[in-house]
């Protein structure tokens, strides 16, 4: 390319191999990630050199990670975090520990030095993040004993970098004169400061200021305010050493109840799966096919020695914390491959001169190869359980986990939506309230209704709220052409969804029944036939008669409204119609009504005369 599109050549390359790659392995059933890893390994130096010199490229898409982690705390609130903190310290310190110690016992074994076997082997215990969060989002078991159990297992290595990358150069030989304790105690109070910075930061400063840039109404300012805010949270936490993932999380958890929760998740979500797509390619091109070829024997027993010591303690483990036994393949094998903090570990190691530029390679393309194994590995433990379970009688055994209940989803917060909301709630149902009005929020909020921030007309928004799972949606728009605009997209992307409307007029009526909406109701008809009762009643009519009365117009008023559904854009024909109508209705009321009359007369008559009836 000539110098001004020199630019241009990176994202093209990077485009052109996912887009290759990954529909390919999925049509293999391998997986995205895999499609990913192997488009890297193609597209870097070791093979085709498309791309010769990517050194910055892992440290861009490590935000990839960042909005991932971000993502999770949002759909964490610090209530149910805080019930996790047993499985986050115990079982997370337990995997930590637990693989770092028997992936030593093999390393002492084999006569390596203890300190550096202990520092290569807690680089080892690591696993990564985004790949077994991806898995789980691909394979819709977020929500699942196994999911949650990952995710604690997940949080706890991201809480432990610190000292472990801090326990390295006090493990090196001399690096215990070199740093001294002051600067370990620094380094810990900056963590602990920028920690603190976060949480009274967040509940302090992040919702006030998202509602006044929500009120701008711009929605591309709001998008870059969310992104401002998860690339300053990993600024942050970067100063001070600590992971940026996790300062990512902190700030996610603490938006986990704010009502602005849906629209960041729908902002973010693009970016964070092509950066994450991103990361995997990096992992991929830095897979060094030399170091393999020049000690394939050392890398072999690496590989296999970490994936057979964390598939031993992991398996423990799962039977331990009671993980139902179709979930355990999952648990274990997304948790035994070797993770990208070790990458890490291993550079400081090397740094430090605890290990040399030979071993170090050996160890990271150990790790690349236990991340490119994993999706593999996940195929293979899918089709062991299904035959232990077809030989245990269990083929139908998916449903030890009860799937997450369907949920009802609300657009708009109005008049409406409150009284159906309210309505749901008092029957023990729950239900996904969406607008994009910020002050309705507020005030809605500050009485005590969960109702969240964000555009329902977005097929995306809709997505981020649950559509693609939900079996009921209730259009409670003001506006008629957006009411419509949710109808059409719910047909169009969610066919399995029941949708509930009100209709302001006649019109809007018919747009929602040419929109497919099969349950619809008019905004002020209802409430006036009511007030046509009352009035019936306050001129002697019974009160059930009443009642008979109104329902019999409402089903003769439905019946003409079906009727003129045809005659949409022919005025002269809709004005016709609606005169034939009520003409026919009034005769049939007229006819019922001289009927009932000589009814009447005839009982009275009968007794008069003393005859019967």
Known sequence: MNHHGAWLQLPLVFLAAAVLAVPLARWLRLGSILGYLVAGLLIGPQVLGLVP????????AELGVVLMLFLVGLELEPKRLWAMRRPIFGWGSVQLLGCAAALTAVGLALGYPWRLTVVVSLGLAMSSTAVALAVLAERNLGRTTAGESILSVALLQDIAAIPVLALVPILAVGGAAD???GQTWLAAAKAVGAIVVIIFGGRLLLRPALRWIAHSKTPEIFTAAALLLVMGTAALMLAVGLSMALGAFLAGVLLAESEYRRELETDLEPFKGLLLGLFFIAVGMGLDLKAVAAQPGVVAALVAALLACKIVVLALMAKAMKIPLVERPAFVILLAQGGEFGFVVFQLARGEGMIDAAQN????????????????????????MSQKLARRGLKGARAE?????????IAGSGRYGQVVARMLRASGLEATVLDHDSEAIESLRRFGWTVYYGDATRLDMLRTAGAASARILVIAIDDIAQSVAIAELAREHFPQLTVVARARNVQHYHQLQAAG????????????????RSVLELTGMEPHAARRQAMRFRRHNIEVLHRMLPLQGDENALIAAAKLGRQQFEQQMAAEREADEAHRQAQRGGWDAGTPP
């Open 361 to 384: 390679s050996a160890l990271v393309a150990a790790v690349a190869l236990s991340l490119a194994l994993t999706p593999l590995l996940l195929t293979g433990g899918d089709r062991l």
């Open 401 to 409: 986990t009860p799937p997450p209940p369907s949920p009802i989803i």
């Open 179 to 181: 740093d001294g304790d």
């Open 53 to 60: 010199n990517a050194s910055a490229i892992p440290e861009v």
């Open 517 to 532: 909406v099969g349950h619809i109701e008019r905004e002020t008809f209802d409430a006036a036939l009511m007030s046509a």
